[in-house]
């Protein structure tokens, strides 16, 4: 199957700094990403969605402009949450799609401690 | 609002046996259901799907069966494996195989052989 990958796998950072997390689709062309969130015994929740080339759409209640979602090629979107704090530890997992499949091919995710 | 719902966190089967994982959700708009398989450190990867216009799918060892007026599906594992060990989720769109996934939080079977 297609291989996604991120980077980095974990990350902790000082309250106040931003961390980038890169997405990866390797053997395929992935027209469109998402980001989801998880925290500790809660389900995955999409947080938003970037087709290449174009802005992200981020769902409900996610501010566009704390996470920065950039999806500037066939293969790479990066995700950078800005200016993070404690609550923003969590579990950032993202996936892919050629455009013209439905599956989507997960990343291992990314756990961001926020101290 | 969680949506879909997975109320059992844990499950224990004895290798063999069947294994029965459960959803329910909320949203009767949702019309396409799939279930994912994660492994420690990997993403979650997809195992079955189902349509709402049928009540079962069937691929191997891995049935999905759903219930939509009691908005409930469920997967059957059987016979079950050591290899089958893992945490299963349960997801949902609104559009037959649209992208924008509403997940549930998660059943972790332990098979035991």
């Known amino acids: 199957g297609a291989v996604v990958s991120q980077h980095p796998s974990w990350v902790i950072c000082k309250s106040g700094t931003s961390v980038k997390i890169e997405c990866r689709s390797l053997?395929?062309?992935?027209?469109?990403m998402f980001w989801y969130r998880q925290f500790p015994k809660q389900s995955l929740m999409l947080m938003a969605t970037?087709?290449?080339?174009?802005?992200?759409?981020?769902e409900q209640g996610v501010e566009k402009d704390k996470f920065l979602i950039n999806h500037a090629s066939l293969t790479l979107s990066t995700l950078t949450v800005t200016s993070a704090h404690p609550e923003d530890s969590s579990f950032y997992i993202c996936?892919?799609?050629?455009?013209?499949?439905?599956?989507?091919?997960f990343g291992p995710g990314t756990r961001l401690t926020v101290l | 609002d969680q949506q879909v719902k997975q109320n059992s966190p844990s499950l224990s089967v004895q290798e063999g046996r069947i294994s029965i994982l459960n959803c329910d959700y909320t949203?009767?708009?949702?019309?396409?259901f799939l279930w994912y398989k994660k492994y420690p450190a990997e993403g979650p990867t997809f195992l079955i799907s189902?349509?709402?216009?049928?009540d079962k799918n069937e691929d191997g060892r891995f049935t999905v069966f759903l219930n939509k007026s009691a908005k409930h599906l469920s997967l059957h594992i059987v016979p079950s494996q050591p290899g089958d060990s893992a945490v299963y989720f349960c997801?949902?769109?609104?559009?037959?195989?649209?992208?924008?996934?509403?997940f549930g939080t998660g059943t972790r079977l332990t098979i035991i052989p």
């Open positions: 189902i349509s709402s216009i049928k």
């Open positions: 996936s892919a799609k050629e455009g013209w499949t439905d599956e989507q091919f």
């Open positions: 949203n009767s708009m949702f019309d396409y």
């Open positions: 053997d395929f062309q992935a027209t469109t």
């Open positions: 970037s087709n290449e080339g174009s802005k992200a759409t981020y």
């Open positions: 997801a949902a769109s609104t559009n037959f195989g649209n992208e924008k996934l509403t």
